[in-house]
């Protein structure tokens, strides 16, 4: 996955954990990688069916959503 292109996935309800470590092998989720490095997922509740765009550039002001900031490295 390019660092300038976010994450689609399409995501059923309930509780998600989103990768703010970038070290898990399970991106955009968190695999527990994180541990000892002070940092914590993003928790978010998806309450619908459906597609979100996790951000992979880690410049979004709106993480752990892509909020278009990628762009700016092109
Ligand atoms: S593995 Fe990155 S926040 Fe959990």
Known sequence: MEPNR???V???PGTKYYCACSKS???PW???SHKGSGLQPYKVE???EKNVAICNCALSANMPFCDG?????R
């Open 6 to 8: 976010p994450f689609i």
């Open 10 to 12: 399409k995501e059923q």
């Open 25 to 27: 092998q399970n991106r």
């Open 30 to 32: 968190c695999d527990g």
């Open 46 to 48: 998806i309450e619908v």
């Open 69 to 73: 900031a990628h762009k700016s490295l």
